[in-house]
């Protein structure tokens, strides 16, 4: 496990196409918020299309915004999952902490009191769901160099929706949030999202970030997990 500074995560996910001499072309940002991950990969990428997927409507008008004249970022007011179909999204008082899933108790009373207040639930809105697969199809990608997630705990589904992008080995690096705390209800944990991975044959590469409670229990992290192509890099992977 590495704890990181951002600047040098996002260096280590190019590092892996740099050793491929690969030019970054294609990249996803799933639960984009107001887009402060994709100016980080807008400026890593500089000739890379960005998509990102937002459906908190106040909070996707300011990545919309801030985003618009910028033709190689396209702006989605979708969330991703498992399946097309419309879903209630929970807007939370800190807009990072929006989830397709309702917080737990322990979060909701937890002794931390910032981390209570940022979960509570301040509004609630319809909206289109679309799973990777179909709207990959739907725009003729074909390839995604780097994929990342941050779903509150939704991740797991995000990825059942990419199922035949995984299983044609069409999407390179995953960037995911991954949780071990009981965050929200019915969410998934970070041995779920490892599992189903592991079985796609793509493998952690490392635990790059994580948060702690006050008395020392993990709480979440993000991790980067490498698809066969980029695992080849590493004789350990072999």
């Known amino acids: 496990m590495t704890n990181m500074d951002q600047n040098k995560i996002f260096e280590l996910q190019k590092s892996f196409f740099d050793k491929l001499d690969k030019k970054l072309s294609i990249l996803f940002d799933i639960g984009a918020n107001v887009g402060d991950i994709t100016n980080e990969y807008a400026t890593l990428a500089p000739d890379a299309e960005i998509f990102c997927f937002e459906p908190i409507p ?5 990545l919309k915004k801030r985003y618009d004249s910028t033709s190689r970022i396209h702006c989605h007011q979708l969330a991703i999952g498992d399946i097309n179909k419309n ?9 990072g902490s929006s989830s397709l899933l309702q917080p737990t108790s322990y979060i909701t009373e937890s002794k931390n009191s910032a981390m209570a207040q940022g979960v509570t639930i301040v509004d609630s809105h319809n909206v289109n769901q679309i799973t990777l697969d179909s709207f990959c199809k739907e ?17 797991l589904n995000g990825l059942k929706g990419a199922s035949s ?27 779920d999202i490892a599992s189903f991975l592991y079985k796609k044959n ?9 948060i ?3 008395d020392g229990k993990l709480y979440y992290g ?6 066969p192509a980029l695992m080849k890099l590493y004789p350990t992977f072999v």
């Not at 725009?139 to 994929?147: E, F, G, M, P, V």
């Not at 080995?169 to 960037?175: A, E, M, P, R």
């Open 222 to 227: 993000d991790a980067i997990f490498l698809s």
């Open 139 to 155: 725009n003729n990608i074909s390839h995604i160099d780097i994929l990342k997630m941050d779903m509150q705990g939704s991740e």
């Open 87 to 95: 879903v209630t999204m929970f807007e939370t008082a800190l807009s």
């Open 58 to 62: 106040k909070t996707f008008e300011i």
């Open 212 to 214: 702690n409670s006050d």
């Open 165 to 191: 992008l995984l299983d044609e080995k069409k999407i390179d690096l995953i960037y995911t949030e991954v949780l071990f705390s009981d965050l929200y209800e019915n969410q998934c944990y970070y041995h």
């Open 202 to 210: 793509y493998k952690l590469f490392d635990l790059v970030f994580s």
